[in-house]
C-alpha cells in the first residue's frame, strides 16, 4: 500500500491523470457527436484535407506515416489530436523567444576562418561537416583547446570534482536527471562551498527529467543555498505540444575555462554507484582552453531564455581570464555545437548522417536507441555495403522495454546489408558516440531516435585529428570485449509473436 500511495502521489501520476481526463472528455465528446451524420461527414471531410496537408509537410517520411495511420485508424480523434500533438516545433511565441535569444549570440561567436581553411587543406570533404555546423548551428571551430576523454561516468565525476573545486568566477550547470545520492550531493557539497567564496554559482534542469528524483519546490532549495536555479519547461497538466520539448543537454562549464559534455547526468547510477540497469557504460568529453566559450554561450542563452526573475546576462561579462601562467595548448580541432527543435534544422541527425557519408574504413557506433527512419536506415546500409566496417553497440540490458523492442526491430535489415551489431551484455550502454577513420569522433547527448533528432535541445562535440579519436577507438574496442555480437540467426529465431509486436512498435516509434 505504501509503494501504491508514492506512485499515486508522484506529480507525473497526478499530472498524468489529469490529462488522460481531459482527454477521455475530448474523446467523449467526439463520440457523442459522432452520431450526427453532419459532424462525421465534417470530420471525414476535414481528416481528408489533413491528410494532404500532413503528406506535403516538410519532415520525415516516417514521422508523417505514423500519424496518417492514426488519422486513417480513429477518423473520430486522429485528426484532432495530430493538430494538438503532431507539431514537432514548439509554439511560435516561444520560438521566436527562443530565435531572438539565439541571434544575440552571434556576435560574441566569432569563428576564425584560417582554422577552416586548415581543415579543408587536410581533408576537402571533413571540412564540410564543419562549416554545416557553423552555418546552421553557428558555432565556431577551435585550435587552443585541449580534449581529454571520459571513457566512464566515473572519470568524468573524478575529473568534475577536481575542477569544480578550483572555479573562481562561475559555476554553470546544466543536466536532465539530478538525483540525490553520492554524486550529486559531493557536487553540491562544493557549490554550496563556493557559494560562500562568491562564485556565480547556476543551476539548469528539466523538470521531466527530474520528476521522479528531485521534490517539486527543489528550485527553491537551491535558491536558499544561494545557487540561482531555473526549471525548463515545468510539467503542467495541460494539452500542449511544448510538454514533449526537453532539455536534454548535458553541460558543465567553470570559469569559461573548463567544460564537460556528454551523456553523463547527475546521478548516481551513470556512476555506477548501485546498479539500476546493470552496469552503466557511459563517456563525455572535458575540455580546456578556447572551445570552451561556445559551451558558456550555450548555457547563457538558454538561461536567458528560461529564466526570468533577473535581467538577461551580458555574455561580454563571462569572458574566460587566463593568467600568465595558463598555457593554452592546441589538441587538434574541437567544435561544441547545439541543437534545437525552435528551428528547421536537424543538426544533431545531419552530423551523424555526415559522419556515415563521409566514413572510408570504419565508423563505430555508441547509442541507447536504435530508432530510426528509413534515411538513416539506408545511410547505414549504404556505408556497409560500400566496405565501410559499420558497427553499432547497444544495451544488452535496457531502460524502456517497448523502446528494446523497436530497436530490436531494426536488427534484420541493418545486418544483412552488413551492418554489425553488439548488445552490451554487462548492462546498459547510455553513451552517444562516433567514431571514424581514426580521424573524426563526436561525443555528446543525441540519441538515434526521433525525440533526439527533432523534439530535444541537444549538444555535442565533434574533434577532427585530436587524442581523444584514438582513446575513443580503443575505448571502443575495449568495450567490444564485453558484448554479444548479434547474427541474422538470431533475428530469424525470434518467435513470429514478438516479431509482429515489434513491427506494430516500430510504425509508431516516431511517436515515442
Known sequence: MKKLWNIMANRLFIVAVLILLQLGLIIGVMVSLSGFKLVSDLLRFINFFLIIYIVNKQ??????????????????????????????????ALRREAMAEAARTHPVLPHNEKILKEIEEQDNQIVKQFRYVLNNAYYPVYKNTEATYCPTGEVKFWHMLRELKKAERYIFLEYF??????MWDSILEILIEKVKQGVDVRMMY???????????????????????????????????????????????????????????????EYINAYEKYGHWKDTAVMLRG?????????????????????????????????????????????QP?????????????????????QARHYVYIHTPYLIIGYEMQRALETAAKAGVDVRIIVPHVPDKKLVFMVTRANYEPLLKAGVKIYEYTPGFIHSKSFVSDDEIGLCGTTNMDYRSYYLHFECGVLAYKSSIIRDMKQDYIETLKDCREVTLDDCRKTPAAVRLIRAILNLFAPMM
Open 59 to 92: 519532415e520525415n517520411p516516417s514521422y508523417k506515416l505514423a500519424w496518417i495511420i492514426l488519422v486513417l485508424v480513429f477518423p473520430l480523434f486522429g485528426g484532432l489530436f495530430y493538430l494538438m500533438f503532431g507539431g514537432r516545433k514548439m509554439p511560435k
Open 290 to 334: 578556447e572551445a570552451v566559450w561556445s559551451l558558456t554561450v550555450m548555457f547563457l542563452q538558454f538561461w536567458n531564455f528560461v529564466y526570468k526573475d533577473m535581467a538577461p546576462s551580458n555574455y561580454d561579462d563571462y569572458w574566460p581570464v587566463y593568467k600568465p601562467e595558463e598555457q593554452l595548448q592546441s589538441d587538434g580541432y574541437i
Open 206 to 268: 528539466d523538470d521531466a527529467g527530474c520528476v521522479y528524483t528531485l521534490p517539486a519546490n527543489y528550485r527553491k532549495i537551491l535558491e536558499k543555498l544561494g545557487i540561482r536555479c531555473a526549471v525548463f519547461n515545468p510539467l503542467k497538466a495541460r494539452l500542449v505540444i511544448q510538454m514533449n520539448n526537453r532539455d536534454h543537454r548535458k553541460i558543465c562549464v567553470i570559469d569559461g575555462k573548463i567544460g564537460f559534455v556528454g551523456g553523463i547526468n547527475l546521478a548516481d
Open 177 to 182: 536527471i539530478v538525483d540525490n545520492g553520492i
Open 337 to 357: 555545437f547545439s541543437d534545437s527543435p525552435t528551428d528547421e534544422e536537424e543538426v544533431g541527425a545531419t552530423i551523424h548522417f555526415n559522419i556515415i557519408n
